[in-house]
């Protein structure tokens, strides 16, 4: 398997304009994780899928995000309008259970300048 | 609420022993986890312990004390590849879901 997939690796924008971060998690993984990384915050868990299904999105900072999950081997993170406090490394992890190992992706990069 | 707390450096030396501790607040606690990240690199699992005790693989190994609300991650025979940061991490509840810790960066000198 190739892992857990995201795109783009690196994303750099402007303000006020949308971002789409995609996410293709390991097949066969029934829960799905969006994260969001800074040297502030740290790794912040924004939303997580079971099934598919929105499970909790508690961490998602804002109106401004909204995630989707259409099918089991796609999600994408949306941010409409981007700010620059926006700008961090966004992960992507799948994983099989509830047996805490999640599979992380590389990463998306985002700059909002 | 839901806290963890752990060192925010730590440096050893090449082929010393490291022991990177973690105290946690949490309710529902499911387990504590350790993950590797290096710089510019995707966080990595390292180990879980769900019961009490002592988990071992290769040079890297875990404990667990559920009364205490503590844990730990200890590195043996350290290697410079060793650095990076190390995350611990909470389940919460049955749910899949982990809360992770700041993070502790290892720089292992020569």
């Known amino acids: 398997d190739a892992g857990v997939i995201q795109s783009p690796r690196h994303e750099v924008t402007e303000m006020g304009q949308e971002v789409t971060l995609r996410c293709k998690p390991i097949?066969?993984?029934?829960?799905l994780f969006w994260y969001r990384q800074t040297m502030m915050r740290g790794l912040e868990l924004l939303i997580y899928f079971n099934n598919n299904v929105p499970i909790d999105d508690s961490g998602m900072p804002e109106d401004r995000f909204s995630a989707k999950m259409p099918n089991a081997s796609f999600s994408t993170l949306k941010i409409q309008p981007s700010e620059p406090r926006d700008s961090a490394v966004y992960f992507c992890?799948?994983?099989?259970?509830?047996?805490?190992?999640?599979?992380f992706g590389p990463g998306t990069r985002l700059t909002v300048l | 609420g839901q806290s963890l707390e752990q060192p925010s450096e730590v440096t050893a030396v090449e082929g010393a022993i490291v022991q990177i501790n973690c105290t946690y607040q949490t309710s529902g606690f499911y387990g504590l986890s350790w993950y590797q990240q290096h710089d510019g690199g995707a966080p990595t699992f390292l180990s879980y312990?769900?019961?009490?005790g002592l988990e071992e693989t290769g040079r890297f190994s875990s404990f667990l004390s559920r009364s205490d609300s503590y844990g730990y991650l200890l590195l043996q025979e350290l290697q410079m590849k060793d650095s990076a940061s190390y995350f611990c991490?909470?389940?919460?509840?049955?749910?899949?879901?982990?809360?992770f810790g700041q993070g502790t960066t290892l720089q292992v000198k020569p």
């Open positions: 992890a799948s994983s099989p259970g509830t047996n805490n190992e999640q599979f």
């Open positions: 991490a909470v389940g919460s509840g049955n749910t899949g879901k982990l809360i």
């Open positions: 097949s066969g993984h029934d829960y």
């Open positions: 312990n769900g019961l009490d």
